[in-house]
């Protein structure tokens, strides 16, 4: 089993037409306090200023394409396909990461177990945070109260 350090993460970040909101994402991975990591940013042919913006922060991503796809999902697939990580994160352009710290508390874990507890993966967790950084709901809830309680306490959340 690899230890934290080793573990590569492929965060994925699908657009459209997102330039008004994208930049904010790709700070976000941009002052991660990791270098484990590959961001791969997938655009479906966008004719907003997406292009320029991206440019901007060509260091700042490992992958670009710019092509017209079928949908969100089909984005995502071709992220999935090229990545190269352990563990897949979906960053999308209009989210971004609370702290410098997300890759390293999510690094504490690896893939496939945490808690002691054996999963397809760690999913299905979604936090709505208000413009103060209080998380105000949970989306997509996990399986048990006590399970999304482990997470949010691991994540110093809760």
Do not use: C
Not at 23 to 51: A, C, M, P, Y
Not at 79 to 86: E, H, N, R, T, V
Not at 115 to 120: I, L, N, P, Q, V
């Amino acid at each position: 089993m690899k230890n934290k350090s080793e573990f590569l993460f492929s965060i994925i970040t699908v657009n459209l037409n997102s330039g008004k909101l994208i930049r904010r994402t790709l700070e976000s991975v941009r002052l991660q306090n990791s270098n484990n990591f590959e961001h791969i940013v997938i655009d479906g042919k966008s004719t907003d200023i997406i292009i320029k913006i991206l440019e901007e922060y060509k260091e700042s991503y490992s992958y670009f394409s710019s092509e017209k796809d079928f949908g969100i999902y089909d984005a995502l697939n071709k992220g999935i396909k090229i990545s190269k990580g352990d563990i897949i994160a979906f960053l999308h352009s209009d989210d971004f990461y609370e702290d410098k710290e997300v890759i390293n508390k999510f690094g504490v874990w690896g893939p496939k177990k945490f808690m002691g507890r054996e999963y397809e993966g760690i999913h299905r967790v979604s936090f709505v945070i208000d413009e103060k950084g209080v998380i105000t709901h949970v989306i997509q809830k996990p399986k048990t109260k006590d399970h999304a309680n482990e997470i949010l306490g691991l994540l110093n959340l809760n």
